[in-house]
């Protein structure tokens, strides 16, 4: 169950799929308005980069992102400067020592899963109906499977050739992954306004069976076989549903910060959230965290532990998943660390599309309140999840097993020096002090930004 302490207030009732619904804590309009002025004034960029647009994006396929990013020196902090290639090979050299791997063995996949990705992107968005979803190969093998429904398109075939990167297709999906997608958002819909006190929904490409699992106070209790009547009357020929009933809390939140610690104390003290990533709008710049984080936060810097306030500019949770911003006065980097020292900072050279977030994927994590990293590949990809309550929050990427505790709620996930996701929180009942591994959620990134009409700072 989400901690309602923890969540915002003011979202719509029950927010629908196919409307955007967005749960924004936008402060009154004269004060923004006063607000922007005042910082335009103060906050002159130390470099203006290749801006984009300062409005609204415009309308776009989940996970698509701006394709300018600010760019050029953001700050002075040292750290880590190196580029894409380099975070990769430090990406392998972390995951290596985590699975008992070897480097080159780990990094020849982590190349062919950067190779993959546009591919498999660009396969979903000119076959939406015949596409079946991807996967890669379990372990380390560099090699990804693609599903279609019936023959995968001849033009496909020769692009695949041609590439020389080992990918299969199998052409025995009898529904594709939009379709199964839209059927677990049917499902979480149905249970969501069922009253389902804690539910957990994912698409499964490779069964093609929507999984489901029902916290439930008795896994005998009647409100559970009607909880269980109430999915089955929504499944097809073609697409069936998996039910388990657990006792437990199937997901918590991890309450979080850009790899920098968010504190709901002036002084300091504790660890909230996470901040997991610099953004701007404009000429105002802040940092990433959890749409159910606080409304009052402060910046706790690493280095110095000076305490700084943020402004709670938007925040949301739906969907498009979990995700807010806070403006800051200060300088704002495109920067983020992956544990708790300064050579754990790292430069982040791009972000992650949505769209291109496959099920096999291996990334990273770190959070404060744990103040580890951990990494692990995807699970599912499109979960929903709900609590009974007003939200029901979708557009998620379930993460395998990794370490975790309650404060690393909105930081970073990521790939080398790429920015992924947005911490979410835990599947599973582990205790406050996050002593055992646990299965993740995350927001992508480029998700986040879109919707909350920021752009991610890159260099």
Wanted: proline share 4%; with cysteine; charged share 15%.
């Amino acid at each position: 169950m989400l901690n309602q302490e923890l969540r915002s207030r003011g979202d719509p009732g029950v927010p629908r799929f196919g409307r955007f619904g967005r749960r924004s804590r936008m402060r009154d309009r004269l004060f923004v308005l006063a607000a922007l002025v005042a910082v335009a004034s103060m906050l002159a960029p130390v470099s203006a980069g290749a801006a984009g647009p300062d409005g609204p994006l415009s309308p776009g396929i989940p996970g698509d992102h701006l394709d300018t990013p600010p760019s050029g020196p953001l700050g002075n902090t040292g750290g880590d400067d190196s580029g894409a290639a380099s975070g990769l090979a430090g990406m392998a050299n972390q995951l290596a020592a985590e699975f008992a791997v070897s480097v080159e063995v780990v990094l020849a996949r982590l190349r062919h899963q950067e190779a993959v990705a546009p591919m498999i992107a660009k396969w979903r968005q000119q076959h939406p109906d015949a596409f079946g979803g991807a996967y890669h190969a379990d372990g380390f093998v560099a090699r990804t499977t693609v599903r279609w429904v019936g023959q995968a398109p001849a033009a496909i075939v020769a692009e695949i050739e041609q590439s020389g990167l080992a990918i299969g297709l199998d052409a025995t999906a009898t529904a594709s992954q939009a379709a199964l997608v839209a059927k677990t958002q049917a499902i979480a819909q149905a249970l969501h306004d069922a009253g389902a006190s804690d539910f957990v929904v994912a698409p499964n490409i490779r069964t093609q069976v929507i999984d489901v699992t029902l916290g439930v106070a008795d896994e005998t209790a009647s409100s559970a076989d009607a909880l269980e009547r109430t999915v089955r009357k929504l499944e097809t020929s073609t697409i069936g549903a998996g039910i388990s009933r657990v006792t437990e809390e199937p997901f918590t939140p991890d309450t979080a910060q850009g790899g920098i610690a968010a504190s709901t104390n002036s002084s300091g003290s504790g660890v909230a959230c996470t901040f997991s990533f610099g953004v701007r709008s404009g000429s105002t710049y802040g940092l990433l965290a959890a749409g159910h984080c606080a409304d009052t936060l402060y910046y706790v810097d690493p280095a110095t532990s000076r305490v700084s306030s943020l402004t709670l500019r938007e925040e949301y949770e739906g969907y498009y998943g979990d995700f807010a911003w806070y403006s800051y006065s200060g300088t704002v980097q495109p920067k983020f660390y992956a544990g708790s020292g300064t050579s754990n900072l790292r430069t982040v050279t791009s972000v992650k599309a949505a769209s291109s977030i496959a099920i096999g994927d291996y990334y990273c994590k770190y959070g404060r309140a744990s103040n580890r990293s951990g990494c692990s590949n995807v699970k599912y990809t499109d979960v929903c999840y709900g609590d009974g309550g007003s939200y029901l929050v979708c557009s998620q990427v379930r993460m395998r097993s990794v370490y975790g505790a309650r404060g690393d709620s909105g930081g970073p996930w990521y790939s080398g020096t790429q920015a992924v996701g947005v911490n979410t929180g835990r599947f599973g009942n582990i205790g406050s002090t996050g002593t055992t591994n646990s299965e993740h959620a995350f927001t992508p990134a480029s998700l986040a930004a879109r919707e909350l009409r920021v752009q991610i700072l890159t260099r």
